[in-house]
């Protein structure tokens, strides 16, 4: 019988897959493992800082946690702290909404030189992931080049080439905004190893490149097709044809700013060139190499999973069919169908997922399992400390507290920050007296 269910990852795919299951059958009880101390996996640490309405979704799944139905059990890793097999023990069903975590490998000479990083690092960097805050990353030459056409390169390049005003009502930490703002950055590119009606962007997020302060985008006008090449996917075609207004709109622009964002299609890396750090990037069929001293990957993610997780296959997915992997265990979001779409794709699937897995309970006549009660004095002699949803209430309102005029937090983005923010205000260390240091 279905009763008591886990899902493991508290970014959009299982949330929205707990909000589907409660929705049909509110009287099922569902625990949401998170790795981190904090919830919302992507919302929080991919959405762009200054996007915030994209984690306006948020709130949803606030009221979600506020039902009763849902518990917040943060802090623990599945896989490492709690193996998987333990966790079934205790519930009927297990939903593996794990995301994408690792970034893809270039594959090419120098990219573990320093100054060349996944974008999975580098977003995480400037977003407060607390796995990423040291990375510290190398911005301090004229030229950054960003691998990669999709909305991960758009974000970043935007995000390096706003002004501090730009980002006032941003949640960008305070960590990156200073060493973006410090940069001595000339010359962006971004480099796509196709053409540009193959470019992965969408139209939005293309066209807010052509609004910023300090920065002109440069499209040379001979690498623009004056219509679509035949064979696109039709669902596509609408928005491609839109990309590739906008790119003749930027190749028709005369106007000076003090950063040039370079488009550059059909250039493969070839190297990432530098001795001790990186210095420049080898494009393929082009004799001059860019001079660029940071090289950012933005080439997709595959779904990383460790201890007695199922693995991910060769395409960076946990094999399944339609969202089961094993009796008891399924799949949602990027782990289940690779990193694609936006937050609101993984509605509809995680949906079908949740229909499916009441489908297979339908005629369950076993008696449902324990879920957490059991697993709870496991976790505390394990010497685990579970942040709840109260511990990351207190976390958000300490983030809050710290946000500077016109931002909506300043993200704790340390390990011992947020696990000590979440504790209940009698535990945390008393605060200096006015005159103590
Ligand atoms: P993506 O859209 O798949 O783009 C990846 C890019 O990397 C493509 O241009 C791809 O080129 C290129 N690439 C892959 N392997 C490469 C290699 N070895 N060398 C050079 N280039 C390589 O992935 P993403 O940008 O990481 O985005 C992930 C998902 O999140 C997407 O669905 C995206 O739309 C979504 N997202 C949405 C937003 C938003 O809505 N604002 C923001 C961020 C992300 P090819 O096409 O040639 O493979």
């Known amino acids: 019988m279905l009763h008591h269910i886990a899902i493991i990852g508290s970014g959009p795919s299982g949330l929205f897959c707990a909000d589907a299951l409660l929705r049909q059958r509110p009287d099922l009880k569902i625990d949401v493992f998170d790795r981190l101390p904090t919830p919302y996996g992507l919302i929080r640490f991919g959405v762009a800082p200054d996007h915030q309405g994209t984690k306006a979704v948020t709130r949803q799944f606030d009221r979600l946690f506020g039902g009763g139905s849902l518990r917040f059990i943060g802090n623990v890793a599945v896989?490492?702290?709690?193996?998987?097999?333990?966790?079934?023990?205790?519930?009927?069903?297990?939903?593996?909404?794990l995301g994408a975590h690792a970034d893809r490998a270039l594959g090419i000479p120098g990219e573990d030189l320093p100054g060349r990083y996944g974008s999975m690092a580098f977003v995480g960097w400037y977003n407060?992931?607390?796995?990423?805050?040291?990375?510290?990353?190398?911005?301090?030459?004229?030229?950054?080049?960003?691998?990669?056409?999709?909305?991960?390169?758009?974000?970043?390049?935007?995000?390096l080439g706003k002004t501090p005003a730009e980002m006032t009502a941003s949640d960008l930490c305070v960590h990156a905004a200073e060493v973006i703002a410090a940069a001595p950055v000339t010359d962006l590119y971004i480099i796509g190893r196709r053409g540009p009606a193959e470019a992965s962007f969408t139209s939005a997020e293309l066209a807010?490149?052509?609004?910023?302060?300090?920065v002109r985008p440069i499209v040379e006008k001979a690498d623009l097709p004056d219509g679509l090449p035949s064979g696109i996917d039709p669902a596509e075609a609408k928005i491609k044809e839109k990309n590739?207004?906008?790119?003749?709109?930027?190749?028709?622009?005369?106007?000076?700013?003090?950063?040039?964002?370079?488009?550059?299609?059909?250039?493969?890396?070839?190297?990432?060139?530098?001795?001790?750090?990186?210095?420049?990037?080898?494009?393929?069929g082009r004799a001059a190499p860019l001079s660029a001293g940071t090289v950012i990957s933005a080439i997709g993610y595959r779904t990383a999973a460790t201890g007695d997780l199922p693995q991910p296959n060769q395409n960076g997915i946990i094999p399944n069919d339609n969202g089961r992997v094993a009796p008891g265990l399924y799949v949602v979001g990027w782990a289940k169908r690779g990193p694609s779409g936006t937050i609101p794709t993984n509605r509809l699937e995680a949906k079908s997922v949740a229909d499916r897995m009441l489908a297979d309970f339908a005629d369950d006549t076993a008696p449902a399992k324990s879920g957490s009660a059991a697993l709870d004095t496991w976790l505390r002699q394990q010497g685990l400390t579970v942040i709840d949803w109260p511990g990351w209430k207190r976390i958000e309102a300490a983030e809050i507290a710290a946000a500077r005029q016109g931002s909506p937090r300043e993200k704790l983005a340390d390990w011992a920050g947020l696990r000590q923010a979440a504790l209940p205000s009698e535990t945390q260390p008393a605060a200096p007296r006015a005159g103590q240091q």
């Open 244 to 284: 590739l207004q906008i790119l003749h709109d930027f190749a028709a622009r005369t106007d000076d700013r003090p950063v040039k964002l370079h488009f550059l299609f059909h250039s493969i890396p070839e190297a990432v060139l530098g001795q001790s750090r990186v210095e420049g990037l080898k494009l393929k």
């Open 128 to 159: 407060g992931h607390p796995d990423f805050r040291h990375l510290d990353p190398l911005l301090d030459a004229p030229g950054i080049a960003v691998i990669g056409m999709g909305n991960v390169a758009v974000d970043i390049v935007r995000v």
């Open 79 to 97: 896989g490492a702290d709690l193996p998987l097999g333990r966790l079934s023990e205790h519930y009927d069903a297990v939903v593996l909404a």
């Open 208 to 214: 807010e490149l052509g609004r910023l302060e300090r």
